[in-house]
């Protein structure tokens, strides 16, 4: 590859006591690419997205953001690198309204009292410059929004907090045909930004979709890292289920 | 499966033009009208707040006024001396449920706030008594409040930081600080408070004009409020609502405070001394309620607390520092509960070793009453207040029918349990969920 990669890990390890769940994971996700991340359930793609986030840090391996070996410890040294992360069950608070939530930790304040206007401005410029139109309104409790439209709010909330590095953990897992969709144009217009972004999908259609590069875990091990367009459907379904052995060079 | 995808790829796709008719609204816009609808939704939508509350304190005035009319043939309750004795008996409860639903917001309990109060008082007392330490009575205020932060510091350490539950850390503390209470005060029956400025707080009225000058600041505070938010607003570019709301808002608290002003500012004795004007209690509430309510809807604090209640793994993820939120609002519970504490033992008078020791449960069922929710995320002090109002009519309009203080629990009961329902089939009716809403 010409380009630096974004982030760059390299022989990650992770266990729960005795279980090893990543065993020398090494992961690379570009600027304004897509990079979809596939396994089998267990494989552990939950728990490498935890690390970067810092939720669940890692237990040995070296992280490298933009060329420079970094510690995530905590969600904090996450977001402040600018590391965004869209959970698999949706961490959005049911009781807030959608711009209490995009701003949610990072609110906009006046001598300490909240700017409820810029916030609202904000929030609706970015839901706008995502091309989001099922919302009617930015003051909506996120607890009457429908699963598509909150994957759009937790998505929009990354991009509010101009992440350079969104993560997200089977987007469309519970979403209609439609809502697929709308929610696989959101990752490309989002790329397209200029984000790296790293999907995790179980759906090999949207990440043939929507993918630039294709990564498989195999139990704790990344077994192939490949362009989408070197590949086909059914040899990564190989590679998933451990059937088949990549033998060309990873990206 | 092939890949390719069936449909055009999303990069070719049209929607990556900037929306035009895409809007996004902010329900603040359109005139009266619209407000007024999108607020009917809303109620319909099982967002009720303390409507129910609202309503049922407007139906137990009414049913009083009338049973007392039948029942003993004279008006008792509506009269302008038990409006002012029902706001200081009220006083306590509506700070206690207050103090409640800090902790309650997030989906906690705080068990031991009454004899947190009970522990408070027996220090002020001890302290002040005049044969024996007979400390300056603000001084000794203070070291009160002190021992309340300790309290709350207590719980909220072994609730967030040790990761107990609070129904449990509170009910040993609930249990135990009974004992402590009794230690320090002995069983020697009732203590007598005599500092006239703390008895004065729930026994002394201000001036007239003082309470129209009450009035007046509120109006004055609510104005500024509305138009440093829409000026906000205004700045950010973000439409404001119509204008009208803020005039029917100034409208209302004119009409409303003034009537309750101008009923207390008349004499309402029945000997010859005069007794007159708005109890002192009532603007030391009001500004705890405007102060917590600021912070509550206006301050990261607050903003953190509801997100807590709402999904903690979420705020936690968000960045929200989520043991120290809990371990404050347990701080912030224990203080406002010893302030509860101090308005109780002003209007008695005096305290006793079971002080504090069975108002916890009124205090968490007018919170309830007033449509805050147990689950946490959800309500507000004002609903908490409401919902004080409404159990200290009850227990004060029974009072006057004599009837036997058994069926005031009863009804007390039967109350928390039917705005509870309300609550829950207003939710049901709109879709919406039992739990954790
Ligand atoms: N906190 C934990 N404690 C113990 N084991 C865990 C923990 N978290 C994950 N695991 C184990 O690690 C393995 C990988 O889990 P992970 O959630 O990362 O899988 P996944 O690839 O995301 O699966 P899915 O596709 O089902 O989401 C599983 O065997 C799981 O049981
Ligand atoms: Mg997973």
Redesign the pocket.
């Given at each position: 590859m010409a380009d630096t990669p974004l982030i760059e890990l390299t022989d990650v390890v992770k266990s729960?006591?005795p279980?090893n769940?990543l065993k020398g994971v090494n992961l690379k996700a570009f600027a304004g690419k897509v990079t979809a991340l596939v396994?089998?359930?267990?494989?552990?793609?939950?728990?490498?997205i935890?690390g970067l986030a810092g939720v669940?840090p890692y237990d040995g391996g070296t992280v490298r953001f933009e060329g420079e070996e970094v510690h995530l410890h905590s969600p904090r040294d996450a977001s402040s690198l600018g590391i965004e992360v869209v959970y698999?069950d949706l961490a959005l608070c049911d009781n807030l309204d959608i711009v209490q939530n995009m701003f949610l930790g990072r609110e906009e304040t006046v001598g300490g009292v909240f700017d409820e206007g810029q916030m609202e401005r904000e929030a609706s410029e970015t839901l706008r410059s995502l091309s989001v139109r099922t919302v009617k309104s930015v003051r909506q409790k996120v607890s009457s929004l429908s699963g598509g439209q909150r994957q759009t709010v937790a998505i929009a909330r990354s991009v509010l907090k101009k992440a350079k590095l969104v993560i997200l953990?089977?987007p469309t897992a519970a979403l209609g045909v439609a809502q697929t969709e709308q929610v696989l144009n959101l990752v490309r217009r989002l790329a397209d930004q200029g984000v790296a972004v790293i999907i995790?999908s179980?759906n090999l259609q949207d990440v043939f979709k929507v993918a630039d590069y294709i990564s498989v875990?195999y139990l704790?091990t990344m077994v192939a890292s490949i362009p989408k367009d070197q590949t086909t459907s059914d040899d990564v379904v190989g590679y998933i289920t451990g059937s088949k052995t990549y033998d060309g060079v990873n990206v | 499966m092939t890949p390719t995808p069936a449909s055009p790829p999303p990069t070719e796709d049209t929607t990556n033009l900037p929306a035009e008719g895409g809007f996004i609204g902010s329900g603040q816009e359109g005139g009266l009208g619209d407000q007024v609808r999108a607020y009917f939704q809303r109620v319909r939508h099982g967002d009720m707040g303390a409507l129910p509350a609202i309503g049922g304190l407007v139906v137990l005035v009414i049913l009083f006024s009338v049973l007392s009319q039948t029942m003993l043939g004279q008006q008792f309750f509506l009269t302008e001396r038990n409006f002012a004795n029902l706001l200081t008996q009220a006083a306590s409860l509506v700070m206690l449920a207050m103090a409640l639903v800090f902790v309650i917001l997030l989906g906690e309990i705080d068990l031991s706030a009454g004899v947190t109060a009970g522990v408070a008082l027996s220090a002020f007392v001890v302290l002040t008594k005049p044969d024996g330490v007979n400390m300056n009575w603000v001084l000794a205020l203070l070291i009160a409040i002190l021992v309340g932060v300790a309290i709350g510091t207590f719980n909220g350490f072994f609730v967030s930081r040790v990761g107990i539950p609070s129904f449990v850390v509170t009910l040993g503390l609930f249990i135990g600080l009974q004992g402590v209470t009794l230690i320090v005060l002995g069983d020697g029956g009732v203590f007598r408070i005599q500092i006239p400025e703390f008895l004065a707080i729930q026994n002394a009225n201000l001036p007239i004009w003082a309470g129209w000058t009450m009035l007046g600041v509120i109006l004055l505070v609510s104005f500024g409020m509305s138009m440093w938010d829409r000026r906000l607003r205004t700045r950010a570019g973000v439409p404001n609502r119509t204008i009208a709301l803020v005039w029917a808002k100034l409208a209302v608290i004119a009409l409303a405070g003034g009537f309750v002003v101008a009923v207390l500012s008349s004499n309402r004795s029945s000997s010859v001394k005069v007794i007159e004007g708005v109890p002192i209690v009532v603007p030391i509430v009001l500004v705890i309620l405007w102060i917590g309510t600021f912070v509550l809807d206006r301050t990261k604090f607050g903003r953190y607390i509801y997100a807590i209640g709402g999904n903690a793994e979420a705020a936690r993820r968000s960045g929200v520092k989520v043991i120290t939120i809990r371990w404050i609002a347990f701080i912030v519970c224990s203080v406002l509960a010893v302030v509860a504490g101090v308005f109780s033992a002003s209007k008695v008078g005096s305290i006793n070793a079971g002080f504090g020791t069975d108002t916890v449960l009124s205090g968490v069922a007018a919170a309830v009453v007033g449509g805050v929710s147990l689950f946490g995320g959800r309500g507000r002090l004002m609903h908490a207040a409401i919902g004080a109002l409404v159990i200290a009519v009850i227990a004060n309009g029974l009072g006057l029918l004599n009837l036997p203080a058994g069926v005031n629990y009863i009804v007390t009961g039967g109350v928390l349990v039917l705005a509870a329902t309300v609550d829950a089939v207003s939710r049901v009716r709109a879709g919406g969920s039992l739990i954790r809403t």
């Open positions: 729960f006591g279980v769940v396994g089998d359930n267990g494989a552990g793609k939950s728990t490498l935890k669940q698999q953990d089977e995790i179980h875990l704790g | -």
